[in-house]
């Protein structure tokens, strides 16, 4: 916050707790009013091979990447503003694929899908959805 500024918003919570992003959500409607645009970043990428994945890993890497979406979305929805931008960061390799990540790549193509499917459920609010 001290090299953003004085009017920088800086809020902490973890993409996978619905609890939290509903926090964030609030604490941004009272000092906003709204939102116009959301930059869903979170994502978290480990190399393995698919002998490798356990359950522990294949939890975090598809939680932060893809529950981390759908959490954040769910949160602000109600206060994104008509004609509002969405933009959630996908990679490359949801198309192209890599070796020692697939786990990642999966989440990432999961990502890029709902990018699609909720394009076209809120064209009536006018809120476009980019990844």
Known sequence: KAELGEHALVLKGDVRSIDDMRAIAAEMKAQFGGLDIVFANAGWAFPSALNDIDEKLYSEIMDINVKGVVFTLQAVLPDLREGSSVILN???????????????????????????????????RKIRFNA
Do not use: C, M, N
């Open 90 to 124: 996908t990679s490359f390799v949801a198309q192209t694929g890599k070796h020692g990540i697939s786990l990642t790549a999966a989440a990432k193509a999961a990502v890029r899908s709902l990018a699609r499917s909720w394009s076209y459920e809120f064209l009536d």
